[in-house]
């Protein structure tokens, strides 16, 4: 029978995941990144190295990389895009495929970057690089820009992605037995793959259901988004245009809706395994797909990337064995309240130092911190903590000094994140000396790390249920930094009340009317910093030193890569998977 032995031809795999994301960011200095979601994938390879999970990544060159932000002198943002040295940084591999886009043949070649685990195991980054000579001009650019350009050229970089990344794989000798989609930007994998199961049948008559059902074993899928305009749509004439023949009309019409290419729709039909990022956003996920079966892993952190040297020295000190297994972690309760403050404050000093070297601003190491740093963007409502501003004032004058530091890029093409950004740097100027605020330019990994290390608070406060998972808090939370933050994405697991952390508000609201929500927010906010957290740092250190390692034991041990990719390996990798 022809289908038994298609089927032997797809068992026959070597134990291997191909994981597929159109970013990764695992250097700093690497700017193969924009935000949370390429921090995650960079993070989850690095577990996946530790563990010696046998894993190949693909994504594209981002020659161009995301861009460096500079503030002028209005506080408005401006960006700046140069080209990092990925010849040095990568070696180069000896392979070209093609792509078909508009009828067009584009050259595809790639590039390795191998992480290198613990023990020594490696995982190879590919990196799909268009800018080949033989290529048309405008496919040139194809691999330059992370999320740059218009409709049009995502869908272009997401054929690379999907279909040229499969078909250099084949050209590399791989055949994993699963193929993740961490995220919708790469599923046209699933056309490539059902290319193949096409050629390689004996019999073309083989029925999609049966075909869906072989795809399905291969792929599983991670969604990441809430946000319904976060979800990858292409009108069906530019996916006819674009893609031409190589889409099959059955899987055109399965995934069109109201005359739009769904590549979430895509990714959920072919994957045996679908998953949300935290136990809320699975709730929510649920709410927008309600036909397909979706569970949940929730994110974490590489604990090595994300605990600052000077934790590290005293986790080296207490904790056995917890770069290899921050599980242990939880073991955090043997580590003296004394050295772990005093080790705080040496990170708090590092970002202070920082924040003079940059700024040439001078804060105080004795002055209460809060850290708030991501995407300035409507949903994340930074400015939440201004609401009142003569109530924040009357805090920090009359029950502890507060500081404040910011950070964050706003989407070049969005104007009213960087009239964000402009604002909170009008504030400093406006709160000084009451409440002294810095806003740090240009924020990256590294930016990141010295922030969630160095401050004594971390604050977020997204509005709900908008926050997938998060995991800048999860990083403070390896620190000993606290979170005050809504009780939205992963927040819902790791806040137990005055022991984590702090929450803000109730997770569920029967309130409808933004501007309420936020009146109540920030009433709660002020509230909790004005009646609990402020006096608790001031009046007991000790007290919130044990906060601080509460944070760690509690929620260090569990949000972290090692106890999410063990989730994915009997989860979402499981050799069994039926839909
Ligand atoms: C961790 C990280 C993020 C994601 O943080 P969220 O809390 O999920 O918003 C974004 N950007 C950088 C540079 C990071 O390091």
């Known amino acids: 029978m022809a289908l038994r032995n298609t ?8 134990n291997q995941i191909a994981y597929f994301s159109m970013e990764i960011g695992f250097r700093s200095d690497i700017p193969t990144y924009s935000g949370g979601l390429g921090v995650l994938a960079g993070d989850t390879l690095k577990s996946f190295a530790d563990l010696g999970i046998d894993v190949v990544a693909v994504t594209l060159l981002n020659e161009k990389g995301y861009f460096k932000q500079n503030i002028d002198e209005w506080g408005y943002q401006r960006e700046e895009y ?3 040295p990925f010849e040095k940084e990568l070696e180069k591999l000896d392979v070209t495929i093609n792509v078909f886009i508009e009828g067009r043949i584009v050259k595809v070649s790639a590039w390795r970057y191998n992480l290198v685990g613990v023990k020594g195991k490696k995982v190879s980054i590919i990196f799909l690089d268009t800018n080949l000579e033989d290529n048309h001009d405008d496919d040139r650019g194809l691999t330059s820009h992370l999320y740059g350009g218009d409709n049009l050229y995502r869908l272009r970089q997401e054929i690379v992605l999907g279909i040229g990344g499969i078909k250099i794989l084949r050209e590399l000798g791989y055949n994993p037995r699963k193929y993740h989609m961490n995220e919708g930007h790469a599923a046209f994998l699933i056309l490539e793959l059902y290319r193949e199961l096409h050629s390689l049948s004996d019999e073309k008559g083989v029925y999609e259901d049966e075909k869906k059902r072989i795809l399905q074993e291969l792929c599983s899928f991670t969604t990441h988004t809430p946000v319904a305009a976060g979800h990858d749509v292409f009108p069906n004439e530019m996916i006819e245009k674009q893609l031409g023949s190589v889409m ?27 998953n949300a990022v935290a136990r809320k956003h699975q709730e929510v996920s649920k709410r927008m797909f309600p036909e397909f079966h979706i569970h949940y892993i929730t994110n974490g952190v590489h604990s090595t990337t994300w605990v600052s040297d000077r934790i590290a020295a005293v986790f080296d000190k207490h904790i056995i064995d917890w770069r290899v297994n921050p599980l242990e972690l939880r073991n955090s309760y043997k580590i003296p309240l004394e050295e772990l403050q005093s080790a705080h404050q040496k990170a708090k000093q590092d970002l202070f130092d920082y924040i003079k070297e940059t700024q040439g601003v001078e804060f105080d190491t004795n002055i209460f911190t809060i850290g708030f740093a991501r995407r300035a963007t409507g949903y994340k409502r930074a400015e939440l903590l201004f609401r009142n501003i003569d109530w924040l004032k009357h805090i920090s004058r009359t029950v502890g000094k507060i500081q404040l530091v910011f950070a964050g890029k706003a989407h070049p093409h969005d104007d009213n994140g960087k009239h964000i950004i402009q604002h909170i740097i009008n504030l400093s100027k406006e709160l000084s000396p009451t409440v002294d605020i810095v806003f740090l330019e240009n924020y990256n990994m590294d930016v990141s790390l010295k922030m969630v290390s160095g401050v004594d608070l971390w604050l977020n406060t997204p509005k709900r249920p908008l926050e997938a998972s998060g995991t800048s808090g999860m990083k403070a939370t390896h620190n000993g930094v606290p979170s005050l933050s809504i009780p939205d994405g992963w927040w819902v697991e790791g806040l137990i009340e005055g022991v984590t952390g702090w929450g803000i508000g109730q997770e569920i609201i029967t309130e409808h009317d933004d501007n309420k929500i936020d009146e109540m927010d920030a009433n709660d906010l002020y509230e909790k910093l004005e009646k609990q957290i402020v006096p608790l740092y001031y009046n007991d250190p000790m007290a919130y030193v044990t906060v601080m390692r509460n944070a760690i034991a509690i929620n260090a041990a569990y949000f972290n890569t090692h106890r999410m990719v063990n989730q994915y390996l009997v989860g979402a990798y499981a050799r069994n998977n039926k839909v």
Do not use: H
């Open 7 to 14: 089927r032997q031809l797809l068992t026959v795999k070597k």
């Open 82 to 84: 140069t080209s990092w």
């Open 248 to 274: 099959p009309k059955y899987i055109l019409d399965l995934v069109t809706r109201d005359g739009k290419f769904n590549m979430t729709l895509l990714a959920l039909n072919y994957s045996s395994y679908v």
